[in-house]
């Protein structure tokens, strides 16, 4: 008989215990793969403001906890754009509004006619509004689809009814799903005068893009740039405590799960005290039995993350149906999170069989044999 026929049958003939731990490991990649999955989407959607504009880095506030909450003025706009290496800054206000139940979180773009090319916005249709026009509005493409609006037609928000006056590309998804204000308009809408969320810079060609960002953060402590999606945490710590809380939580789910594995693997031994010690009369080593103990564990691990994966499509799925998160949500499965699972499954496979095998492989034949 083949070591791994062995296995395969000592997993068979302890059905009950072979349950529990399979369970116990799905139930826990799922929690983990779910939570890195809804991190990871809930940072590539935060994360999308950036690529808006086509920017070679953007600059933020520093700190905040979200970053639609970051504030700069008209002179720090002034000061980035008088940066050495620095070819454009735009200053952009951004704003979410529920339009509908389909659009809990609308972008709101609030940007000066002038920069829209620097920003890189195509009009499709119509004109850009004028710089201090009232009550007028560019949609997205795809949100004028959506919406089924055209040039002409009103565009309800920030209580007032806008005149859509074109339709605009961005060549980016994300912004093409939202529309432009005239900055004093939307500032005006929202209370905040002079004020802009971000600001997205564009350095001279040749320049090294890095060496301005060293530059102007060296000189302004109390901003920060982004350029990467990596990097978004240097101006929102909702995030920087997400990925701590899935950082955590994958630390525990294998500290827990080692536990329950290893209690039941425990109990295992006992019932089995007779065959390890048959196992060590016939000649079998130490190290044989162990790797017997390990390699039923290990199997179940890989069965109990497997199903625990599957599950965690279907929580997922559960989560962005929620009312509160749908349209918020968008779940992103990548490598990251199925191998954050598999090594939970596998953690608490080895740690937790560890020593139930290495209690089996010291047991004396004579003594596991007359053991009732």
């Known amino acids: 008989m083949t070591h791994f026929s062995l296995v395969i049958g000592n997993i068979w003939a302890q059905k009950a215990r072979s349950t529990g731990i399979t369970l116990a490991v799905a139930l826990a990649v799922m929690t983990v ?4 999955v809804v991190s990871n989407g809930l940072e590539n959607a935060a994360a999308a403001v950036l690529t808006i504009g086509k920017a070679d880095f953007t600059v933020a506030q520093k700190g905040v906890s979200d970053i639609l909450y970051s504030s700069l003025d008209n002179g720090q706009v002034a000061q980035i754009q008088s940066t050495p290496g620095v070819k454009s800054a735009v200053g952009v206000l951004l704003e979410t509004e529920r339009i509908n139940a389909a659009n809990p979180l609308f972008i709101e773009i ?3 006619p002038s920069d829209l090319e620097s920003f890189g916005v195509t009009i499709l249709a119509g004109t850009a509004y004028g710089p201090d026009a009232p009550n007028e509005v560019m949609l997205g493409w795809r949100a004028a689809q959506d919406l089924g609006l055209h040039v002409g037609d009103q565009f309800k928000a920030n209580g007032t009814s806008n005149t859509v006056v074109g339709i605009y590309s961005t060549g980016i998804s994300y912004g093409d799903l939202g529309a432009m204000f005239p900055l004093p308009a939307l500032q005006a809408y929202n209370r905040v005068p002079g004020s802009v969320t971000l600001v997205f810079v564009k350095v001279v060609p040749g320049q090294s893009v890095a060496k301005v960002q060293a530059t102007f953060e060296a000189a302004h402590p109390e901003l920060t740039t982004i350029r990467t999606a990596s990097e978004f945490g240097r101006a929102d710590r909702n995030l ?3 990925k701590a809380a899935v950082t955590g939580s994958t630390v525990l789910a294998i500290l827990i799960g080692a536990v329950i594995v290893g209690n039941t693997m425990l109990l295992s031994l006992f019932e089995r005290t007779r065959e390890f010690g048959l196992l ?3 000649g079998w080593a130490r190290s044989r039995v162990v790797a017997l103990v390990v390699s039923e ?3 179940l691990a890989l069965i109990g993350s497997a199903i625990g994966v599957g599950l965690s ?4 799925a559960g989560l962005e149906s929620l009312p509160q998160l ?3 949500l968008h779940s992103s499965f990548t490598a990251e999170a199925f191998w954050r699972g598999l090594v939970v499954g596998l953690g608490m496979a080895i740690l937790g069989s560890l020593y139930p095998a290495i209690r089996a492989a010291n047991l004396t034949p004579v003594k596991a044999l007359s053991n009732e």
């Open 297 to 299: 564990s290990l199997i």
């Open 240 to 242: 920087v405590f997400l």
């Open 313 to 316: 499509f279907a929580v997922a």
């Open 33 to 36: 793969v779910t939570l890195t």
């Open 110 to 112: 609030g940007i000066q």
């Open 326 to 328: 749908n349209g918020v």
């Open 280 to 282: 060590r009369a016939i």
